[in-house]
Nanobody, 126 residues
Framework: QVQLVEAGGGLAQTGNSLRLSCTAS????????MGWFRQAPGKEREFVAG????????VYSDSARGRFFISRFNDKNTMYLEMRNLKLEDTAVYYC???????????????????WGQGTQVTVSS
């Protein structure tokens, strides 16, 4: 089991920045890829960004690339998503997820992540 807790959501105006964090805890030491997903009202959950255990392998969605930056610090069991130049369409609930099956790579598929946080709301206004 991996417990995930997100923080850092809130309100922001277009063009501004927000930083999300995800803190993980587990009874046993294990390696896992971590990812950020988001779900807007009436839409399916979608991949935003992911980072493998090593931190050297990162993947971004087309909408996130160049504006969002993912990082992780395994010694602190924490992952971050720095979101810059926010747009109205970034409004969604953002979820942190962990993939314990393939810690060396980043999978974009919702179904392949094993554990999820409760989500944090990000609302962007003009």
């Amino acid at each position: 089991q991996v417990q995930l807790v997100e923080a850092g959501g809130g309100l922001a105006q277009t063009g501004n920045s927000l930083r999300l964090s995800c803190t993980a805890s587990s009874r046993t030491e294990r390696s896992y890829t971590m990812g950020w997903f988001r779900q807007a009202p009436g839409k399916e959950r979608e991949f935003v960004a992911g980072i493998a255990w090593s931190g050297r392998n990162t993947v971004y969605s087309d909408s996130a690339r160049g504006r969002f930056f993912i990082s992780r610090f395994n010694d602190k069991n924490t992952m971050y998503l720095e979101m810059r130049n926010l747009k109205l369409e970034d409004t969604a609930v953002y979820y942190c997820a962990a993939d314990i099956t393939r810690p060396w790579m980043v999978d974009l598929t919702v179904e392949n992540y094993d554990f999820w946080g409760q989500g944090t709301q990000v609302t962007v206004s003009s």
